[in-house]
């Protein structure tokens, strides 16, 4: 973490599915970068790759579903070397997915603890290089 109000980093994430012959590239070279008290949204049409950004995130990503690349940063944390105890331990104190019924148009969010202990849904500043499942995934964030 090169700065102290980054909460989350996201370098050059790639999330593929590995279904026997096929390889579903579900993200592909996803960075962003979430700091205090910023909101985030993903914004992207169905199967762009929001979902699995998260999963990634948050290390619930199940076989066949693989990270294949790319460093995730939580605090002082390197999730991506995380042991799942330590995960789950970070789960629920630091990081979290709230589910959203489907009818209120947001299918998830996830968020972060502030410096100031305070919750935020999905806090972010920075999105770049979403090509997540070749749709174009996007984000709109506010401070
Ligand atoms: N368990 C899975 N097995 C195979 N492909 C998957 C699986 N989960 C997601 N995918 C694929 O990953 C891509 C991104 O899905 P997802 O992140 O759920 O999209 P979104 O949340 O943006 O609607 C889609 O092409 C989807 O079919
Ligand atoms: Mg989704």
């Known amino acids: 973490m090169n700065n102290e109000s980054t909460l989350l980093k996201v370098s050059h994430l790639y999330t593929s599915f590995h279904t026997g012959s096929q390889q579903v590239k579900a993200v592909e070279d996803v960075s962003l970068e979430v700091r205090s008290r910023q909101i985030v949204a993903l914004v992207g049409e169905s ?9 990634s995130i948050l290390g619930l990503v199940d076989p066949p579903g693989f990270i294949d690349g790319g460093e995730i940063w939580l605090r002082g944390n390197n999730l991506r070397e995380c042991s799942t105890r330590q995960l789950r331990k970070l ?5 979290a997915v709230i589910s959203r ?14 410096d100031h202990g305070d919750d935020y849904p999905a806090p972010a500043s920075h999105w770049t290089g979403s090509k997540a499942a070749g749709h174009g995934a996007d984000a709109a964030s506010r401070p």
């Open 47 to 55: 199967g762009s790759g929001k979902s699995v950004t998260a999963m």
């Open 101 to 114: 019924p489907h009818e209120r148009a947001e299918s998830g969010a996830f968020g972060w603890k502030t």
């Open 91 to 95: 789960r629920g104190t630091e990081m």
